[in-house]
């Protein structure tokens, strides 16, 4: 009886560690906004973009090398309940003597948020409150946000640093559960000799992106990400941005199962700092490439909530 109660008591204390350790509550409006960019800001990490970024940047070009990170768009990829659809338009030959064709395509597709993407800070909300407490109902219209559209971005051009967890752990991809660590984001900084520092593309290794068209299901079903804490310990290093090459950047599912994608809330709503999804950071990993020049221009969709993107990095 007594080792029951003992083993009763043990798991009772797991389950309360792990809650405890996971549960965030948003923080109240008083305590978010005006943000620290100034009342009535749509920027966010975007206002670090400037000459010394961009300056910054070019120092670490040493070789010319190019790595594109963003996946090809097809009707394949994992899209969950989002389409890709293009249909070619027939060809029409002009009738002038040099016989030009001339082909075109539509394309149907939530354009702001499929493939390798940008989240915009029109993507997510806390309750009816937006980044820097626009209000949805007061922003939100048929034909878009009239506020925080993805048009505000703009080009982004600074020091990307790579963290390869999967390297760091050992192996190829992380298991599907895997909760990245402020001590995981430490580690993989230490064994490099690099730091993080303002206006800086934080971009996460996972292995999950392998299974981009590998195995569609797998990838769309869940996957390792930062989690709560790490999300707060990279916000307060103040980025441009962090991205990854899982779905949504977070780990999926939460551990504490009463709170939907928090990494979503901490990063976009409270401290208006852009997620990068669905990264192909295969290749970048393979070179052992850590640090480099990252260089990104979201499409200028008026009032959208996020881009499809193609960033490159340059070391």
Same mark, same amino acid.
């Given at each position: 009886m007594r080792f029951i109660t003992i083993m009763v008591f043990l798991t009772l204390c797991s389950v309360f560690s792990r809650a405890n350790a996971q549960s965030w509550t948003p923080p109240a409006e008083v305590d978010r906004c005006p943000s620290?960019?100034?009342?009535?800001? !749509? *920027?966010? =990490?975007?206002?670090?973009?400037?000459?010394?970024?961009? /300056?910054?940047?070019?120092?670490?070009?040493?070789?010319?090398?190019?790595? !594109?990170?963003?996946?090809?768009?097809?009707? =394949?990829?994992?899209?969950?309940?989002?389409?890709?659809?293009?249909?070619?338009?027939? /060809?029409?030959?002009?009738?002038?003597?040099? *016989? *030009?064709?001339?082909? !075109? +395509?539509?394309?149907?597709? +939530?354009?702001?948020?499929?493939?390798?993407?940008?989240?915009?800070?029109s993507h997510q909300s806390i309750g009816n409150t937006l980044y820097n407490c626009f209000r949805v109902d007061e922003t939100q219209t048929r034909d878009g946000f009239t506020r925080l559209g993805i048009e505000n971005v703009g080009t982004l051009m600074t020091r990307g640093v790579l963290l390869d967890i999967a390297e760091l752990k050992g192996v190829d991809m992380l298991a599907e559960d895997y909760e990245i660590t402020i001590a995981d984001i430490e580690a993989e900084l230490a064994r490099h000799n690099l730091t993080i520092s303002a206006g800086d593309a934080v971009i996460i290794h996972t292995g999950w992106g392998v299974l981009w068209e590998r195995d569609v299901p797998r990838f769309l079903r869940g996957g390792p990400g930062i989690g709560v804490e790490a999300a707060k310990w990279l916000a307060a290093q103040d980025p441009m941005l962090v991205g990854a090459d899982n779905q949504p950047v977070e780990v999926q599912p939460n551990p504490d199962s009463a709170i939907s994608l928090p990494v979503h809330q901490i990063m976009l709503t409270v401290n208006g700092i852009h997620l990068l999804e669905r990264l192909k950071l295969d290749e970048l990993a393979a070179r052992d490439v850590y640090e480099f020049a990252f260089i990104m221009q979201p499409l200028k969709i008026q009032g959208a909530t996020g881009s499809t993107v193609a960033p490159v990095a340059i070391y």
């Amino acid at each position: 009886m007594r080792f029951i109660t003992i083993m009763v008591f043990l798991t009772l204390c797991s389950v309360f560690s792990r809650a405890n350790a996971q549960s965030w509550t948003p923080p109240a409006e008083v305590d978010r906004c005006p943000s620290k960019w100034g009342a009535g800001d !749509e *920027r966010g =990490s975007g206002n670090h973009m400037g000459p010394n970024s961009v /300056m910054r940047a070019t120092q670490l070009i040493r070789r010319g090398e190019v790595v !594109e990170l963003g996946h090809v768009l097809h009707g =394949s990829i994992p899209l969950g309940a989002r389409h890709f659809e293009l249909y070619l338009k027939p /060809m029409v030959m002009n009738s002038q003597s040099n *016989r *030009r064709g001339s082909n !075109e +395509e539509l394309v149907v597709t +939530e354009l702001g948020q499929v493939g390798t993407q940008l989240d915009g800070f029109s993507h997510q909300s806390i309750g009816n409150t937006l980044y820097n407490c626009f209000r949805v109902d007061e922003t939100q219209t048929r034909d878009g946000f009239t506020r925080l559209g993805i048009e505000n971005v703009g080009t982004l051009m600074t020091r990307g640093v790579l963290l390869d967890i999967a390297e760091l752990k050992g192996v190829d991809m992380l298991a599907e559960d895997y909760e990245i660590t402020i001590a995981d984001i430490e580690a993989e900084l230490a064994r490099h000799n690099l730091t993080i520092s303002a206006g800086d593309a934080v971009i996460i290794h996972t292995g999950w992106g392998v299974l981009w068209e590998r195995d569609v299901p797998r990838f769309l079903r869940g996957g390792p990400g930062i989690g709560v804490e790490a999300a707060k310990w990279l916000a307060a290093q103040d980025p441009m941005l962090v991205g990854a090459d899982n779905q949504p950047v977070e780990v999926q599912p939460n551990p504490d199962s009463a709170i939907s994608l928090p990494v979503h809330q901490i990063m976009l709503t409270v401290n208006g700092i852009h997620l990068l999804e669905r990264l192909k950071l295969d290749e970048l990993a393979a070179r052992d490439v850590y640090e480099f020049a990252f260089i990104m221009q979201p499409l200028k969709i008026q009032g959208a909530t996020g881009s499809t993107v193609a960033p490159v990095a340059i070391y």
